[in-house]
């Protein structure tokens, strides 16, 4: 792989809508695509956490991957999760996605089964021979065994169709180690986070892109971030960064990952259906509330057309943050003077 067809910019890690019977709805996931890709991100990264590959079978993460590439029809790159239960039914899903014209593939570390470093490097060079098309590896040390940084490099330095790594940690130092590790040896290797609370930092230290849940649900917020990071407007980057965690964390710790992000994903006008892990009634409620958050959050960010009824936009001008200080000062010293302070 060149230099120049390194995996680079925002990825998204896409839901799949499912109908009444929890069965994928394909005429809503197409509609998904196209949208996606209409607001400008640079590809798709169907099967991954996000997308909830752990709740699918095999035969439908193959029909999901199906339908996106389908639907794509090379208008963008594809990053396709192709992580199974063990190793012999990865390299299957790497030579059927290889056979749909697809990118890449991602795969996780083993999961469930907590490994050593060397059995770690052991799966994926079994993978690196075998494999007919180009892997990235996904670190996500929460889920599964760790990638660090020294079977990075192995893996990078003796197998060319390992290209990329997609790392889940949100670890800037971790990161940058990787990056001066491996870049020496394969200057076109590619570095994604898929953490999007550090998109911004991670991309000023190296980073090519991310793989990035938030662009599932504002796909117009993540994609300016990049290009003005890149651009190296940073004062207008950091503020939409901020922004930016705003959103994320609303999604991510206010329900069960990724329940969050598929209520904000209706917020924007589809039917995404329920998710296949049952909720409490508890759980339904909190994500109720959510809606109502992320309805006010959307509206603040320019989105005010979706949904219907969402939060209303004031046409007051901007309260004076001067005045509010003054205030402030003037109750203090008040209730300072009367010992009540």
Not at 143 to 172: H, M, Q, Y
Not at 237 to 244: G, K, P, S, W
Not at 302 to 319: K, Y
């Amino acid at each position: 792989m060149s230099a120049s067809s390194r995996l680079t910019g925002i990825f998204t890690p896409n839901l799949v809508p499912l109908d009444a019977r929890g069965e994928i709805n394909e005429s809503e996931l197409r509609r998904y695509v196209d949208w996606l890709i209409e607001r400008g991100v640079h590809g798709l990264y169907p099967n991954g956490s996000t997308g909830e590959f752990t709740r699918f079978t095999v035969e439908e993460r193959r029909r999901i991957i199906e339908i996106v590439a389908d639907q794509t029809r090379g208008r963008v790159p594809i990053l396709a999760g192709a992580a199974e239960a063990n190793v012999r039914e990865t390299i299957n899903a790497c030579e059927y996605y290889h056979s749909l014209g697809v990118r890449a593939v991602a795969i996780v570390a083993p999961f469930y089964y907590k490994l050593s470093p060397a059995s770690v490097y052991a799966y994926f060079a079994e993978i690196g021979k075998n494999t007919p098309i180009d892997v990235t590896l996904y670190n996500i040390p929460m889920f599964a065994s760790p990638i660090d940084v020294p079977t990075v490099r192995r893996l990078a330095d003796n197998f060319e169709k390992v290209v990329a790594i997609k790392d889940s940690s949100g670890d800037i130092p971790h990161m940058i180690r990787m990056i001066q590790a491996v870049r020496p040896n394969r200057p076109e290797f590619s570095f994604l986070t898929g953490w999007d609370a550090a998109l911004m930092p991670l991309l000023l230290i190296g980073c090519d892109g991310g793989t990035n849940a938030t662009s599932g649900v504002v796909p117009e917020i993540t994609r300016k971030l990049y290009d003005l990071t890149l651009a190296n407007r940073l004062d207008e980057a950091r503020a939409v960064q901020y922004d930016l965690v705003t959103l994320f964390d609303a999604m991510l710790f206010s329900a069960e990952f990724p329940e969050g992000f598929r209520e904000a994903v209706n917020l924007r006008g589809f039917n995404m259906g329920a998710g296949r892990q049952p909720l409490s009634s508890e759980q339904q409620t909190d994500l109720v509330s959510l809606s109502k958050t992320l309805q006010c959050m959307l509206a603040a960010q320019g989105f005010t057309d979706q949904p219907v009824g969402g939060c209303p936009v004031s046409n007051s001008p901007p309260v004076d943050r001067t005045e509010i200080d003054a205030i402030v000062h003037n109750v203090l010293s008040e209730l300072k003077s009367r010992g009540l302070a």
